[in-house]
């Protein structure tokens, strides 16, 4: 029988993976100009290692920090630094960056390949940094953090569900390159030193579940497990519940139940870090959206304006109702479509007004339909409404913090209100109060 999380969820959510999941991933051309922002990941941003008039290559490291939780970015084109200045993400913050003009001849630092077999786990970590790996599923934690956890690990769980509507990336990844996601399963275990490496598929990828088998026969530690279709399946917590049925504590970590979970696009990129030696300066994107003309998943260098990526999908119908980066559930509103595609890019989505719906917060009808979908076992109804008026002692004891922002609430909500909005910034609030006490 196939597994699930048994709490909350929602089995019905349209995937809308039809458009992309049958096209191969298709190869975007470098931009004339790339924009390297010094922060696409969590933690501190990079100090920039080059100036105006600088020539770099392909790969070339352009920005690092000595801070612990931080991760270097590299050149994804050949040619000259014409500016070194802060520039608006396609989500709208502004970050320093290192914009370069692109020469087109592709000169690029040579990679070092390495043998696994003579690595230490040291090794391997700091191959994982210094190529600048980070989570890129959407949330830019930096790999090689993950590779050494606080606690011993016996079981990584790379997540294949893809449970977001629309994207479907990390599918094609897993049908184009399974021996690349297999090879970085296995240096991510020898990291870390766990003995068991599962790779979780939902139910409607079975052309991906089915060579992945293939490709893990024989192989000592490692299984397949095809989950049933449920929304937010993905979520770190619900994977490990679905597939071990251990409950991860509130406000632990994977870790503190022997696990660490890692998306399908950030374990080839490990693969390409430690057996290539190849940094991460590219990555597959799906675009996708009844708004876009023709939907695809594309490989596209880090830099590249998210408006160059539409275009070579044909641009859009119409004006759309909404654009996202990521997936529509959990990712954040596109602003400006000058801004550059980062590490943590998974989708670009354009969706119509139909596909949308539109925010009409009406009054709450307590239907408690948001709270039988919570799988945190939450009140979004209360959670969202204290939030919203800014009642932090009350979003405290209802524990705000554990929520993983899915956004099902906001979605099955019939009052169309939001609900996930006003909670994640109850949850700021709460963390910046906290900031705030322990430095007074
Ligand atoms: S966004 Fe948070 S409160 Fe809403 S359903 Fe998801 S976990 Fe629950
Ligand atoms: S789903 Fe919407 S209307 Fe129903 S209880 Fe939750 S907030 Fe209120």
Redesign the pocket.
Known sequence: MQKTFPRGGNKRLPDHKEATAGKPILTLPAPPIAVIPMGQHIGAPCEPLVNVGDKVKVGQPLGRTGAFVCSPVHSSVSGEVIAVEERPLATGRRVLSVVIRNDGKDDTVPFEAGDLKKMSPDTIRQRVKDAGIVGMGGAGFPTHIKLNPPKPVHTIIINGAECEPYLTCDHRLMVERTAELVEGLQVMMKSNGATRGIIAIEANKPDAAAQVQEAVKGRDGLSVEVLKVKYPQGAEKQLIKAILDVEVPSGGLPCDVGCVVSNVHTAVSVYEAVILGKPCYERVVTVSGGSVVDPRNLLVRIGTPVQTVLDFCGGLLAEPAALISGGPMTGPPLVDLFGPVVKTSSGIIALTREEAGFDQN??????????K?CPMGLT??LL??YSHNELHDKIRKLRVQDCIECGL?SY??????A?VTWIKKGKADLAALRAKERVS
Do not use: Q
Request: glycine share 4%; aromatic share 0%; with cysteine.
């Open positions: 009406r009054p709450c009808i307590s239907c408690a339909r948001c709270v979908a979004p109804n969202g409404e609430c099955v909500c019939p009052s169309k209100r609900l």
